[in-house]
Each structure stands twice: as C-alpha cells, then as structure tokens.
C-alpha cells in the first residue's frame, strides 16, 4: 500500500498534472480550430503557426521588456486584426468554391508553410527560452507542483469556461451558432455574417496566440513548434467531434491523460502512436466524434 | 429526331472526356522528348549530379500521379500517401540489402501495397472529405513514428548502404548507380504508370470514379458501389505510390523517416496542385516545376518555402486547375483543329 502510495505521490500523480497542463494547452489550440470548423466549414492548417506566432510575440515583446501579464492581453488582441485579413483576405477568396474543404485545407497549409518559413528568417532556426513568469514550486498534499504549471491549469480553464459561456448563453454566442447553424437565415434575420464569419476566424486565431503566449515558458519557442503541436490539437479536435466545443474539452484532457499515463508504461515515444491510434479508431468506429457540432444542437 | 440530338449529345459529352485524355498523352509525349534531349545533353556533357536530380523528380513525380488518381479522380485528398512511398522505399531497401534483386524488390513492393493498401483502404474509406484528409493523415504518423522507433529499421538514422543492382529488363541491362541508365529506366517506368492510370481511368471503372466526384449519393441508383470503385481507387494510388517510392532506394542507397513524413506527402499536394489537379499528366509536369523550383530559389536562399508556398496559394485562388488547367484546353484545341 505504502509502496503504491509513494507511486502515487512521487511517479503517477506529477505526471498527470504535467498531462493535466498540457492538456488545458492543447484545448485552447484545438478550441480554435473547432470554432473555426464549426462556423466557418474550414479546416485551418495554418492554426499551429498561429500559435508558434502568438509564442514568437511573446518572447520578442518580453526581452524588450514587455510585462507577462500585459502580454496575456496584447498578443491576443494583435493577433485579431491579423486573423481577419487574413478569412477576407484570403479564405473568402476560396470560399464559395465547389470543394470548401479541399480548395480552404489547401490553401491554409499553404499559409502554414510560409508562416513557418518567415518565422525562421525573422527569429532564426533555433529554439530560444522565455523566463518563467512565476517561479517556485508548491507542495499540494504532499504533491510538487510547480507554482507556473498551476497558474497555466487555473488561468487555462477559467478561458475555456469564459469561451463556453459567451458561445452558449450570450446574445453575441446566439448570432455565432446561428450563423454556424444556417447561414442564409440567420443573414435574412439580419446578422452580417460575413462580419461574423471574419471575427470569429480572428477569434480562434487570437485563442492559438494566447496559447502560445501561455506556453512559451513552458515549451520553448522555435519556428517548428506550432506542426508538431497542432498534430495533437487535431486529433483532440477529431476525437471530440469537429465543432463541438464540450468534445474538445472532454477529449483534450482525456488524451493527454492516456499519453502522460501511458508513457510511464511503455516507452514514451509511442505515447502519440498511440493517441493517434486512438483517432484513427474513433474515426473508423464513431467518424462524428464524442459530441455533436457547434449550432447542432 | 429527338433521340438522335440526344445520341449527338452524348457522343460529344464522351469525346469531351476522351479529347482531354487524348491532350493528356500529347502532353506526355513532349514530356517524353524534352526528358530524352535533356539525358542526350546530360550523357554529352558527363553530367551527373542534374541527371540524378532529373531521376529523383521522376520518382516524386510518380508519387504525385497517385496523389492525383485520389483527389483528381474521387475526389478525397491524402494527406498521408507518404505512407506508401515509404512503404515501397523501405521494403525495396530491405529486400535488396538481402538479394540484390531489382524484381524481387518490386515484386515484394508491389505485395505489400495490395496487402497494405486494401487493409488502410477499408479504414479510410470509412470516411469522406475532411477526415478523410485526417484519417490518411493520422495512418502516415503512426506509420511514421513506428518506422522511426523500430531500431531493426534503422529507427531515426534509416537504411544506409543499400547496394547497386543490375536491373535485367530482357533487351538490356541497367545498373541503378548509371546516371543516364538510370535516368531513362525510371522516365520509362514512370510512364508506363502513367499509361496504366490513363488506361484503368478510361475503363468503366474509371467513368464510375468520376461519376463518384460528381454527385456520390447518385451512383449507387444507377447500379454502381461506390465501396468498391473507392477501394479500388486507392489499392491503385497505393501500388503507384509503393512502385515509386521502391526506387528511391535504388537511386540514393538509402532511406530514411523523413520519406514517411507529412512532408513527403504535403509535396506531393502541392505537386499535383500546381501540376494540375484530375489530369494525371499534370503531376509529372508538377513533379519537374517543383524539383526546378527547390533546386534554382533554393540556390538564392535557403527560405526557398516562402516562394514555393507562395507559388502554391497563388494557384489555389487563381488557378485552381494549376499549369494544366491553362496548358491543356490549348493543346485540346489544337487536338480537335487538327482531326477536322
């Protein structure tokens, strides 16, 4: 019992609150992407350069001295004009065309790769360290968590909880799921959905900033971060069903779960064959995923 | 009367199908000639590095022509057929380090991608559009990431050291390491997986995958399963996709994870995009613009992805059928001039 205890307190539970942390990570990256997928019909590729941008503003504003807790708020807020040239600008252009999904997919991974490229000749190839805003560690029943990784869970959440309390129970989440619902009634009641349309892109685009500002000390900042990253947002996104935002959350937090846990019983580099595994599974058994869409009941 | 304007309508919808097929192949045919001048200039000038080059683009552009039979033909865009190219690269490349035989490689390749193809194939096409993207997409990472843990495979490093094999195809034989020989043997296999495609998509089979892209839910009334036209759709993206990618091995002398990775199968879209989407000549024009593309920008600087990607986003918004989609109503025209 003892011996299970000390398992517990020394092994499983440090690595499920390293799990918990980057599971709140990838639900604010994959919230993005399923808001966009289920308003807009788009599949954002370029969604993880989004991120690593959110990240690169973060550390390149923090070493000129830039406050974290003002960059919460700026990064976000930069990253929404930038969102929305870019749906006017660029998936508008694509949008009424036959194949949304493809000609959209295509045209996003294009943005992707450009991105990323212009992140390397910016910042450079190599991956750089913004200091950890809050340092120390604390001891929670005889548990050590490290005080950023807490304040990464709570401060995470509380955004998650503000994002599903705005898209359900306000006026402005009502004209969003109605736009995402049906596009020509809810333009013959009078809601400028192109508008809607445009900001909601910038608003999942500000969501993967802010996640890359948030996790920036975490992970490290380098141009590649935001591929690898969005892999695993994708397969969130794919397991809780495309648009659903309780799907997102359940199956974000259940992921990383299964990855931290399971990486402490077989080698940790199978840990995402088997999350993908896990997605390939889901698709085939359940292609809808846990949860419905977004504005579908 | 009124049935014979009908009949009329119909020849001519057919003759639309077949003219642009017919352009496709003229098209091939000048591809054709301009690789020989360019192995004759090669041979004349010693060349070996440009001929070598040429012959990794021929493979890639073979890569691409399955791109094209899934996303030009039914219509679902792989984002994993790196899958299969690594499929072929590794089996090729584990086969001839045991007997150096270049058919025992192929014929090995060419099993496992039925094997392999018809066991995805039923998982894939599970799904439609997006997930399909996705489910493709996931099958290539968890393939990715075995090879790249599985230390028998070589794990991160790859295969290194495969040998050079005598290819024995009855008139004469080809040693994989002849720049010219080599060159000529995979432009004149990469054509006959072109003329096989050309050949399997003018069938029934293939007016039945183009019915597919036009209107799915319609073709089951009309006494088609579509459950069999996709799966035989993507064995066949699969075997051409293996067949290319065996020869990777044979070029090189090696194969590494990176032949499995998103990115291998991300040039291969964009290959196929800028090439030409639903017209199969397009890719082997796209494989060439694309390796011409890394090789010239890539000597001026090493972002050279800023441009490509450029180039790509340009021609899904303006051009969406690509270079072909420009090239080949001229060439067609030119076709139908011709025959009156």
Redesign the interface.
């Known amino acids: 019992m003892t011996a299970f205890l000390d398992y517990f307190q020394f092994v499983l539970a440090p690595q499920m609150i390293t799990g918990l942390s980057l599971g709140v990570a990838v639900v604010l990256v994959a919230l993005g992407l399923t808001i966009i997928?289920g308003l807009l019909d788009v599949?954002n590729m370029s969604h993880g350069e989004f991120y690593a941008v959110g990240a690169y503003l973060a550390l390149s504003l923090g070493l000129s001295g830039v406050s974290f807790w003002l960059l919460l708020f700026i990064v976000p807020l930069a990253m929404v004009p930038v969102g929305y040239m870019v749906e006017r600008g660029?998936i508008q252009?694509?949008f009424n065309?036959p194949?949304r999904?493809?000609?959209t997919?295509?045209?996003t991974?294009?943005?992707g790769?450009?991105m990323?490229?212009?992140l390397?000749?910016v910042f450079g190839p190599n991956t750089q360290r913004p200091p950890t805003p809050i340092s120390g560690a604390m001891d929670l029943f005889g548990v050590i968590l490290p005080n950023y990784r807490a304040f990464l869970i709570v401060v995470g959440l509380v955004i998650i909880g503000l994002v599903a309390i705005v898209l359900n129970k306000t006026r402005l989440g009502a004209v969003v799921r109605a736009a995402a619902f049906d596009r020509n009634m809810a333009a013959s009641l009078g809601v400028p959905v192109t508008r809607v349309y445009a900001l909601t892109f910038a608003f999942g685009v500000a969501l993967a900033g802010l996640a890359g500002v948030l996790l920036a000390p975490v992970f490290s900042v380098f141009p590649t971060m935001g591929?690898d990253f969005v892999?695993l947002a994708?397969?969130v996104v794919?397991v809780g069903g495309?648009g659903s935002i309780a799907g997102t959350v359940v199956a974000g937090l259940l992921l990383t779960q299964v990855q931290a846990i399971s990486s402490l019983i077989v080698?940790p580099?199978?840990s995402?064959?088997i999350v993908?595994?896990i997605?390939?599974l889901m698709?085939?058994i359940r292609?809808q995923g846990l949860f419905g869409r977004l504005g579908h009941a | 009367m009124r049935d014979s304007a009908n009949i009329m309508k119909t020849e001519t919808a057919t003759d639309r199908l077949g003219l642009a097929m017919r352009a496709s192949h003229v098209l091939v045919a000048v591809f054709v000639v301009a690789a020989l001048a360019f192995a004759a200039i090669g041979s004349w000038s010693g060349d070996t590095f440009f001929l070598r080059l040429a012959t990794e683009a021929l493979i890639f552009a073979g890569f691409a022509l399955s791109v094209d039979i899934l996303l030009g033909y039914t219509g679902l865009l792989s984002l994993g057929q790196a899958l299969y190219f690594g499929l072929g690269a590794y089996v090729s490349a584990v086969v001839l380090k045991e007997v150096p035989s270049f058919w025992a490689a192929m014929g090995a390749a060419l099993v496992s991608a039925l094997v392999i193809g018809f066991v995805t194939g039923l998982v894939a096409n599970r799904v439609r559009g997006v997930y399909f993207a996705l489910v493709t997409f996931g099958l290539a990472q968890v393939a990715a990431k075995a090879v790249y843990n599985t230390r028998s495979l070589g794990a991160s490093d790859g295969l290194i050291g495969v040998p050079i094999v005598p290819i024995d195809i009855g008139v004469t034989t080809v040693m994989s390491n002849s720049p010219v020989g080599f060159f000529l043997f995979t432009l004149a296999f990469i054509v006959v997986l072109y003329a096989i495609c050309a050949y399997l998509l003018d069938t029934p089979f293939g007016r039945v995958l183009v019915a597919l892209r036009a209107n799915e839910a319609r073709v089951p009334f009309l006494g088609y399963s579509t459950r069999h036209a996709r799966l035989a759709a993507y064995v066949l993206a699969a075997v051409i996709a293996t067949l290319s990618g065996a020869l990777y091995p044979m070029l090189r002398g090696f194969v590494s994870p990176e032949l499995l990775f998103f990115s291998t199968s991300g040039n291969a879209v964009i290959t196929v995009v800028l090439g030409g989407v639903g017209t199969l000549v397009g890719a082997l024009y796209g494989g060439v613009i694309l390796t011409i593309l890394k090789s010239v920008v890539g000597s001026m600087t090493e972002h050279h992805l800023i441009v490509i990607g450029l180039l790509f986003m340009g021609t899904v918004i303006f051009l969406p059928k690509g270079l072909m989609g420009f090239v080949r109503p001229r060439v067609e025209r030119l076709i139908s001039g011709k025959s009156k």
Do not use: A, N, Q, Y
Request: hydrophobic share 60%; net charge neutral.
């Open positions: 997928f599949i660029l252009r694509v065309k194949d999904h493809v000609t997919l295509l045209l991974f294009g943005l790769l450009v990323e490229e212009v390397k000749v591929r892999f994708f397969t794919i495309m080698s580099v199978w995402d064959p993908f595994g997605m390939v698709l085939v292609p």
